[in-house]
């Protein structure tokens, strides 16, 4: 024979497969051996889980301690950057506030007396200045004057010029 699913008397009828809800004895003592040995795997991996994690405790108290003082000092340094930063002039156009040069005379340039002394700057620079410094008004360029065409030269005869 060659499949070997055929019986070998062709006249008798083929046994039925067993049936899957009758279970022997010894059947289901095996499975209910194998459904407690589960359960007692079980219960040994989460009693090791437990005990693992009794012994990471030290560790983990130690992380934790670090992470916080690693927050601290984030918190101090933002602190004193933000303190550093208040008394500059905040930005508030695209460019940056820089404090005007002092304006001061020479040696040379000096007045014999205080009386002769002339004053140096000007009072509108110096009061713009101070509402930039003090973030009221953004800190700008003077506006460069640019033609929208170029210009054309002409000659032109004056009538004066001309003699007869």
Known sequence: MEGGAQPSDPTEPPKPPPRPGKKTEQQRRKEK??????????????????????????????QLRCWEQELLRRRMQREAK??????????????????????????DELAESLRTLKPEGSLLHDRFKSFQKRSLIEPRERAKFKRKYRLKYVEKRAFREVTL
Not at 38 to 50: H, W
């Open 82 to 107: 933000r303190r550093q930063m208040e008394g500059l002039p905040r930005r508030l156009g695209r460019l940056k506030y820089e404090d005007p040069a002092l304006e001061v005379q020479l040696s």
């Open 33 to 62: 051996e194998a459904r407690a040995q589960e359960l007692r795997r079980r219960q040994d991996k989460l009693l090791r889980g437990r005990r693992q994690q009794l012994f990471r405790l030290r560790s983990l108290g130690r």
